[in-house]
Structure formats: C-alpha cells, structure tokens
C-alpha cells in the first residue's frame, strides 16, 4: 500500500479539477471564511528562520497572525495593541486602542485574530471595560474596530449588551466575506449574529440564541476580570482543562462563512454560528440591497459542551469539535450528520479541524495529539505533541504546523516525521503566507518566521 503522503498527493491530483485546492492566501482566522486551515502552496520541510531575530509584540493570547497582500503581517496583544510586522521583519506600527481618544477603551484586550479587507484594511474586536469598572458582566463589552492599512483609525461598532445570563463580550474572530468590491464583516456574540459593512455600519442582525439549558444556561452575571484577563494571557488555559468549572472563560467559536460548494458559488452565503452551551446553527444570508438572515437549520446543544470553530470543506463538510472529545461531520446544506468519531484519547477538541487541500483528510488537535481522519472518520495516523495546545493546525501542500507548550511543529502530512524549535507555544495558531512562508507567535510575545521554498 502507498504511503499515507502518497495516497493523499494522488488523491489531490485526481480530484483537485472538481473542487479545488483550498485557500489562495492567510488574511483571516484559520486562513478563510470556511476556517479550512489550508493553504495552496509548498513548504520546506526545515524549519529555517526567516529573519536575525524574533520580532517582540508584546503578549499573545489566541490572537493568531493574518497577512496582508504586501505580506504584511498583523497580531493583537493582550495590552490591546494591533501590531504591524512587515514581511522582512520590521515593525511598521502599533496602533494602541488605549491612547484613542475616539474609542474610550479601558483595559482593552485583543483575544482574537484581525480579518484583512479588500484594500488592505484591517478589522479586529477588541474586549474592554466600560467606565464603571465593576465585575459586573454588562461591564465588560466588545468593538469591531476598523483601521486603515496605514494604521490609523477608520471607525468602530461597540456590540450590544447582552441578557443578564449572557455576557456582552465576544473572544471570537471576525469573518469577512468579499461582494461586488465590498467587504463585508461577520461577527457572532453569544447568540447573536452581526454583519457589517466597512463603514462599520450594521446591516444585517439577527438574535439566534437557542440554548436548550435555559436562561441559567452561559456564563455567570458576575466574574473575576483580573482572572479573565490572567486566562487570556495563556498559562491558566492549561490548568483549566482539568477544573471543567473555569469552563466559562474558555474562547468562543469563530463563524464559518460558506461561499462555494465544489464548483457552484452559492447565491445566499450560509452563515455556521457554534455557540458554547448553546448548540449549532446555519443561516442563510441575503447581500445588500435586501439584506436578511433566515435559519437554515438548528442543532441545540448540551448546557456543558464547548465547541471548536466550525470548519467546512470545499465539498460542503462541517466538522466540528467538542470539549468532550469528539468529532462530529455534519452536511452543511441539511445539518445532518455524516458520523461522529470520539478521540482516542478522549481530550478536549477545542482546536478549529483542518482540511488537507481543502477537502480530503481531516487533522484534528485535542489537548495533547493531532490526529488525521478521512472522511469516513477512519483513523490514519496520530502523533503525540510535546507540550499542551489549543493552537489550531496549518497545512501547506507538503506539511502541518502546529504550535505547543513543547514548541513549534513541524510534521509530514502523514504526521511520520517532525522537525520543531523549542519556543513557548500553544496557544495562538501558525499562518502561512502564498510565499511559502510560516509564522506563529510565542506564548511569550514573539513572532517567529521561517522561510518558504
């Protein structure tokens, strides 16, 4: 029998006429609107550092980086700075959404990764307090921010507060999805579903809260901000995988925004919205002039499960993960499920899954191993990760990244081989630019490259 690699290269080839091969750049959480992971180009199986020295941009949590046309890359810091990085390892700048005067941050927070527009733009949430600064949790919101590629203020949206048993602060990463020139940008809040454009204008809100535990199901109405802020910095995670308890301070899932199902561009985009304790739901979203959102179809969840970002193949598959250690493949379209596989280890898979070019085999990450699962959820090949992640992977033609406590990963697609660097990880996911070039960030605020081809 082939290899797994050479099963999975003849494979590609035999099918990549029909749907595709995946993501052409990385401007977005898990490189595109689906969360696919992957990206269409190769990679060297050494792990070479790009630049002199690690570029320092301050803590990280689960931001992950994102990158620009120009090869630009950006990351959001716990200090809530946007950090800038250019492609040869320089810092182009630091936009500090505590010192705007227009915005009136206190203690902001940037948790997740930016979301790269049309132009070059840039778009991220950022997490704060408002001004009276209790530990209430209506006091704690989040903002879209918009920026300019030159680093300077466009506008903003602070979302809505919350019902008392929700909070009003979102950890999850914008989408953005491009139509006729315009960028659009999707975001999900605890149920509920926003959609604006790049004048950071709503057009579009739909309130999709189904939680099957009732109103005393979510986050308590009060919380500890230093605690919240102490888990986001990155070591407290770690310990929390073992008290179940601390599970309200866990990320939220990141939408998926499907646009194309093999070869057909779909006329209204499906919206997936995970939300923790809540349950799954599809959306269909009609573009401007008539903008709507109607439900497609709707999976309640259990009041204790917490969920990965949904990820949908290019062949219309949904995969999602579950804190309880499963895997569940669902047909986009209806909802149904195709099959559900518990991992081996029966860890927490809170790690968004990844598809290699696109649509054939699934790698999957619980706290300790990745794994890699065809599509009829048999299992191919596993590989135990030196050190705790949630770090999602990424997947180039030749290999998959992946980030832990242990260091930085490096793997063949039939995860036989590894190549690693000791730097603190786990927590913040890789990205790979069309050059073939690989970047993550360091659990202690350093952005490390390594070259392409």
Request: a negative charge.
């Amino acid at each position: 029998m082939f290899p797994l690699y050479l099963r999975l290269t003849l494979k590609f080839f035999i099918i990549s006429f029909v749907i595709g091969c995946g993501s052409s750049n990385w401007k977005q959480f898990h490189a595109d609107g689906q969360n696919q992971g992957n990206i269409s180009v190769n990679t060297l199986k050494t792990l070479t550092p790009k630049w002199n020295a690690p570029i320092n941009v301050g803590q990280v949590s689960y931001s992950s980086p994102v990158i620009d046309d120009d090869g630009t890359i950006y990351i959001g810091t716990v200090d809530g700075v946007l950090v800038a990085v250019d492609k040869k390892g320089s810092i182009k700048w630091r936009f500090e959404t505590s010192t705007q005067s227009r915005l009136n941050f206190i203690n902001p927070t940037i948790v997740s990764s930016a979301a790269i527009g049309m132009n070059n733009d840039i778009y991220f949430i950022v997490s704060f307090m408002t001004p009276s600064s209790s530990d209430d949790v209506h006091d704690i919101r989040s903002a879209l921010v918009h920026l300019n590629n030159d680093g300077t203020l466009a506008c903003s949206y602070t979302l809505d507060v919350r019902p008392l048993h929700l909070p009003s602060w979102t950890t999850s990463s914008p989408k953005i999805v491009h139509l006729n020139s315009k960028d659009f940008i999707l975001i999900a809040n605890q149920g509920i579903l926003y959609v604006f454009d790049s004048n950071c204008q709503l057009i579009t809100q739909q309130d999709n809260l189904n939680c099957s535990g009732g109103v005393n199901a979510g986050t308590p109405t009060t919380l500890d901000y230093d605690k919240l802020s102490e888990f986001y910095n990155g070591p407290y995670i770690f310990q929390s995988w073992h008290n179940m308890n601390d599970a309200s301070y866990w990320i939220d899932p990141s939408i998926a925004v499907v646009t194309k199902i093999g070869n057909e561009e779909l006329s209204k985009p499906i919206v997936i919205v995970a939300t923790n304790k809540c349950g799954l739901q599809a959306w269909d979203w009609t573009p401007p002039p008539n903008p709507s959102l109607h439900l497609k179809w709707n999976r309640s969840g259990d009041e204790n499960t917490f969920y990965s970002s949904p990820a949908v193949s290019t062949a219309g598959e949904l995969i999602l993960g579950f804190r309880e250690g499963y895997l569940v493949s669902k047909d986009v379209m209806t909802g149904n499920d195709n099959w559900l596989f518990k991992i081996p280890s029966q860890e927490p898979v809170l790690a968004s899954t990844s598809f290699y070019a696109g649509s054939l085999h699934i790698f999957a990450v619980s706290l300790n191993n990745i794994y890699v699962v065809d599509n009829n959820k048999v299992l191919l090949n596993s590989f135990h990760l030196p050190g705790e992640t949630v770090s999602s992977p990424a997947i180039s033609y030749d290999r998959v990244y992946v980030s832990s406590k242990g260091g930085f990963h490096s793997l063949a697609t039939d995860l036989s081989t590894i190549a690693s660097e000791a730097f603190p990880g786990g927590m913040s996911s890789p990205a790979i630019d069309k050059d073939g070039s690989i970047y993550f960030v360091s659990s202690d605020g350093r952005l490390m490259a390594y070259k392409g081809p």
